[in-house]
């Protein structure tokens, strides 16, 4: 028999549910008016199932529920309530409870459904305990180690062993225990050993070593053992427990991947560009030789900081923009660029990068090589005056690079080396240098990597060699030891940089010239060089028109033969200063062209050296800047009219920066806030600090430090402030990103409003609408209470009245109208909960999924495809989808299977379709089953589902074929839906 425990503060339905649950003497019911009653008869008492009610003075069900659980009862527990909100249900679920059952229905389905609950609970539980025994049985055989363990004394003499152990070392443990054991230990670790165990101390008792042990085979193995020191109550060691494990397969890993690692980092050191590593948030983790010579740190003062720390923010930014590319789409990216040295010199140089994987094929950073391309932009420059005008620059191809061992034989290469050799990666490996060039050629080879073999160092030459087309060209070669783990040489890495370039530069003069000059001509600004003196010795076709002279008439004469001597003295003073000092200059100023027209223009000028780095004279260009002169006059009467509008608006208006300080803030503030503009220009946070209400200021806080370019939401929250008077103020704020006018981000515009009156009259409303629920909710509970009694105690007229058929149809009557009434009561209570709460945005997901939770299926499947959407709709939006949900399953009929969600966007409208494959609504019905009592059940289902998604401006239709199933749309105006994003 299983003994229950009933507590309910109603004393008709505990009587009730006595009468009916012991009714077949299955069951033995004691019951508490209270839970204060119930817990006392718990502390003498035990049973096998706890039954009780939600809602009870002083301390609810679920209060009743938490008791219990934190004092590790353990009992089952089932809520039996008259209560049927969803959260009631969740709650109690997450507090442990077994089953929730809602009062109301048919008694004798209900009661029947309590006890196959009660039935659950009590086997469920019966199942745990049972399990509970079954563990400890099998405690010890899932205890057995594979380790080897056993205990010894001080002397060696062996007190344990297990089976792990015996089989390791081949033994006997019937004859082991009792006799002194010694491995076969190599001589040089005996000490450490003994030195381990010595180190044992009451203190710190436990410890472990790995160490090598010679097998009876003679094979040498590798261990490693966790020693635990056993000490009498004098502090004496009276025995050792020891657990220990073959670590062999390990330590012969970790030396091939040793391997590995000399054999990267030989190859970093062979290449003379720097080479880096960083992870996905810009740290670096490894870099060679001559990327320390690039920054001035050792590579102990580069790992661990970020680009930010050697390179200057503009620089860095755009580092890590085209590192987020790689990160994102990973790929081989290289570009040029000009940076700076430890020594402060601007070099050019080459990047070329690409991402490293994870072993899970993520990306887990960027590797990296900077090129210095220098050496061939000085020398561009140095062939004639005029390369400053060029901007080629040439593809550079990666430099083949190989490693063979120290028999010359090829074990890796890359695709350069390939197309060096013109043989494929499989044709190269295992061959040897001799299979690739001449005898000569392959002997030098071998002579120079034999150097590298007895004395490990970098090695570089030039050399002149044949590519796969029988070319000649000029090569280095950058080679050097790789490293076994034993830190023997395991071969030779090499890079071959291909120098050829530099060589043909001079054969291509003459082509350069002729395109410089054709070049220049094309650039419609006026460009000149003049040297030291003043004289012009170049020009293009632009400065020809500017002054009305042909080039032959300009060159040879000077800046006075051209231009007013004020005009030419101020020339001949900026030129000074880039001669004394070499610098790019650039100032504006006013200048009359060929037909006296005067026009706005400006200078850009630089020097051009000689080969021996003195300046040889200036080159410049004279921009015309007239058209872009009257926009700026435009633009600052426009900016004038612009501030004036947003000076005088009504609300606090602002403008925060991609820096997060602020670019403008109206004068309204004062009026609103108290404090000035300037005040906030100054420190804006500090001031929101003062201001802002204590229980408001994390919220705003966290709102500013999550604003970034990828934050595209329109944000909108209510918070308080603190006026200077002791006075508060509710603030209504709204934020949006702004762009200028290439698309990148400007920051975010701010609007923020006193909402102080209106958060008066909410509260007002508020207080009275709790009071009115709170009658409602009391009134109710107790009526439905009382219906649940009369239906019981019908139920029971009908059986102790047998065959009577008056009082049977009399009851069946009183059955229907008390039915009625609670429907009624029930839709009360859903009705009164339409737009309480402000609408809130919901995810339409997760919403239909809570939903598909909670129902009862039997062999029906639910399809959810709706997107990633978000809706602005009531609180009891999940209700619409139960309620469709559940005339689905009640009415469908026997084909019901299938219940499908989806979604479609157009107009810009959304559409929520619900659909099922049941027997459908017949089209007499369709005008009608939105109208209040109309249906086969309630009548109120689709009546309240049309009221809550009005109040937030959605439409309800039905359009589906009857004997083809349901097909219901929830049109969603715009503005009500988006789409989720990142952060959401």
Known sequence: MIRILHVDDEKSLIDLTKIYLEKKGEFRVTSASSVSEALKILESDCFDVILSDYEMPHIDGIEFLKTLKAGGDPTPFIIFSGRGREDVLIEAINNGADFYLQKGGKPTAQFAELKNMIFQAYSRKKAEIELKKSEERYRAVVESQTELICRFLPDGTIGFVNDAFCRYYGLDSQKIVGEIFVPNIPDSEQNAIRSHLKSLTPENPFDSIEHRIILPDGSVRWQQWNDT?????????????????????????????????????????????????????????????????????????????????FFNKDLAEWYAKMDREIIDSPHLQQYEYQINNSMGEILDVLFSKTARYRADGTVDGIVGVIVDISD???????????????QALKDTIPAPFFFRDEYGIYHDCNKAFEELVGLSRDEIIGKDIHHFFN????????????????????????????????????????????????????????V?????????VERDLKREINFIQALKDTIPAPVFYRDINGIYHDCNKAFEELVGLSKEEILGRNIHDFFNDDLADLYSVRDKEIIDNPHLQQYEHKINNSEGEIIDVMFSKTALHNPDGSVAGIVGVILDISRRTRMEEALRGNEEMMRTLADYTYDWESWVGPDSSYIYISPSCERITGYKPEEFMADPMAIMNDIVHPDDLEMLIDHYSGIDENNTDVAHFDFRIILPDGGLKWISHYCQPVYHEDGTWAGRRETKRD??????????????????????????????????AVLGYLELIREFSGRDDDVSEMVSKIEILMNTIQHQLLFTKDYQEIGITTPVWQDLDSCIWDVSYLLDLNDSEVFVD??????????????????????????????????????????????II???????????????????????????????????????GMSLRECGVPGEGVRFEITVPAGNYRVKSSGT
């Open 229 to 309: 020191a056993i000490f009498d109550e004098r502090g004496n060691i009276s025995e050792y427990q020891s657990v220990g494990r073959d670590m062999t397969d390990q330590k012969l890993m970790e030396e091939w991947l040793q391997e590995k690692v000399n054999y990267v980092q030989a190859l970093m050191y062979t290449i003379p560009a720097p080479v880096f590593y960083r992870d996905v948030n810009g740290v670096y983790h490894d870099c060679n030789k001559a990327f320390e010579e690039l920054v001035g740190l050792p590579r102990s003062e580069i790992v661990g900081k970020n680009i930010h720390d």
């Open 376 to 390: 061939r932009k000085k020398m561009e420059k140095s062939i004639n005056e005029e390369i400053n005008f060029i």
């Open 439 to 494: 005898k000569d050629f392959a002997d030098f080879y071998a002579e120079r990597d034999r150097e590298i073999l007895n004395n490990p160092h970098l090695q570089q030459y030039e050399y002149r060699i044949n590519n796969s087309d029988g070319e000649i060209f000029d090569v280095m070669f950058s080679k050097t030891a790789k490293l076994r783990a034993d830190g023997t040489v395991d071969g030779i890495v090499g």
């Open 496 to 504: 071959i940089l291909d120098i050829s370039q530099r060589k043909n």
């Open 755 to 788: 909402i102080t009156q209106r958060k008066l009259a909410e509260e007002q409303l508020s207080i009275a609408n709790s009071k009115l629920n709170l009658l409602s909710n009391v009134t109710r509970h107790d009526v439905l209470n009382q219906v649940t």
């Open 866 to 911: 709706v997107g990633s959407y978000e809706i602005l709709a009531d609180n009891l939006l999940k209700k619409v989808f139960y309620n469709f949900a559940e005339n689905s399953l009640r009415h469908g009929g026997g084909k019901l299977t299938e219940i499908r969600f989806t979604t479609e966007e157009e107009n810009g409208f959304l559409k």
């Open 914 to 952: 619900y659909e099922d494959n049941g027997g459908g609504i017949l089209y007499a019905d369709k005008d009608k089953i939105m109208l209040k009592g109309f249906g086969k059940n309630t009548g109120y289902g689709l009546f309240l589902s049309h009221n809550v998604l009005s109040m937030t």
